[in-house]
């Protein structure tokens, strides 16, 4: 294989970095607020893809671990990727990602365990924006019976050193 980087790969190589992070989810109706903070090392995997390995805290307290690998797959054209987390056995599969017409913001979707009906899955849209060389934000949210989102929990990146 001999592939030459799209602009789309030079897009994820601008997360390449070690970053903290602070967010704050919703955690139901009529509760507040869980807010959470960490780090998280995201490093090149050639020019194709990028590794991003966060630690943080867990709602109720407690460590927790993730990764996130995000590509671009030229044939496919669209981002793809998956998403692991030590609390919880769920793969998250990224199926569809794309950047808006601006090239500041990445939506991924996937389908995942639903957090309002136990047995089910619903659809989630993660959210990732550059909004400058060293502040990004994530974004999560997940959708309605009607068919629109629900945002429930963000995230701020601020890029070290």
Not at 94 to 105: E, F, K, S, W
Request: aromatic fraction near 10%.
């Amino acid at each position: 294989m001999n592939e030459t980087p799209q602009q789309e790969h030079a897009w994820l190589q601008k997360m390449i970095g070690e970053w903290t992070y602070e967010s704050e989810a919703q955690m139901g109706e009529g509760q507040p607020p869980f807010k959470a903070s960490g780090t998280e090392t995201v490093r090149p995997l050639g020019e194709f893809w990028i590794l991003a390995e966060g630690r943080g805290t867990m709602p109720g307290g407690g460590d927790a671990t993730m990764l996130l690998t995000l590509g671009y797959d030229v044939r496919q054209g669209r981002f793809v990727g998956t998403w692991i987390g030590s609390m919880m056995s769920w793969h998250c599969v990224y199926q569809d990602g794309r950047l808006d017409p601006g090239g500041t913001r990445l939506q991924l979707e996937a389908d995942g365990p639903s957090f309002a009906e136990e047995g089910r899955t619903a659809r989630y849209r993660d959210e990732l924006e550059i909004v400058a060389p060293d502040h990004r934000v994530l974004r999560f949210a997940v959708r309605q019976p009607d068919g629109s989102w629900h945002d429930f929990m963000a995230a701020h990146y601020r890029r070290l050193g």
